[in-house]
């Protein structure tokens, strides 16, 4: 693997007396896109959030790009670079296409090595997103679902991430979305964004990932290359939605 960018070591996390994630470890290495797998319920929205310092209730060592973020606030993992596109889209809906993408925008970032990180404007992300390129004044209500998502993803991106967290991209959105999406995700990689995604749909995940960890009741059953979960359906038909 690449330089570890983001390495999960024994992460457990509660929602009140509920014990959601147990001892849960991963890595994302520089240029990675990982998949994070698992039904419903997995536990795969929780681990986001725990990493992103949104966990009220979670232990554990966080490391993103050298630096120790367990504990730390979600602002400050913010700033350093880690981006998160919920699962729930949160596009201002008066403010438009362009208006939203500003409020994305970070100046470029380095790694903690010293190399420029990827750098995102305005013309790169509606060329990268055709369909926004499209409507760039349309307001964000006015868009449909799929629409406001790859707007996310797109304002994310205009931070600047050294590696974003994206939570279900494919989940609820029109097929011709989930196919721009699966184009999205490769071209970023080709750029150099390293991607943690969450993701049920195995099909999709093979077009996208180099990796996964398969999660099931908040811990890693198994991982691998995406290649050889493809080809295990044992492992697909007991954990994950085929
Ligand atoms: P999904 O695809 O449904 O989002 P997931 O793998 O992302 O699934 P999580 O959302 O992380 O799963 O949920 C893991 C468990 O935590 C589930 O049992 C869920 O009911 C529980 N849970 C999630 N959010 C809360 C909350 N705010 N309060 C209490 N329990 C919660």
Redesign the pocket.
Known sequence: MSTPMLTVEGLRAS??A?Q?LYNLGLEVGRGEVVALM????????????AVMGLMAQSTGKVSFDGHDISGRQPYEIARLGLGFVP?DRRIFSDLTVLENLDIGRQPPRTFSDGVAAPVWTEQKLLALFPNLGEMPNRPGGRMSGGEQQMLTVARTLMGNPLLILL??PS?GVAPVIVEMMANTIVELKKAGVSILL?E?NVHFAELVSDRAYV?EK?QIRWNGTMAELAENVELQRAYLTV
């Not at 698992?38 to 959030?49: D, I, S, V």
């Open positions: 929602y009140g509920a959601i698992g039904r419903n319920g997995a536990g795969k929205t929780t681990t986001m959030k699962e939570d279900e989940e969450s049920q999660l908040g």
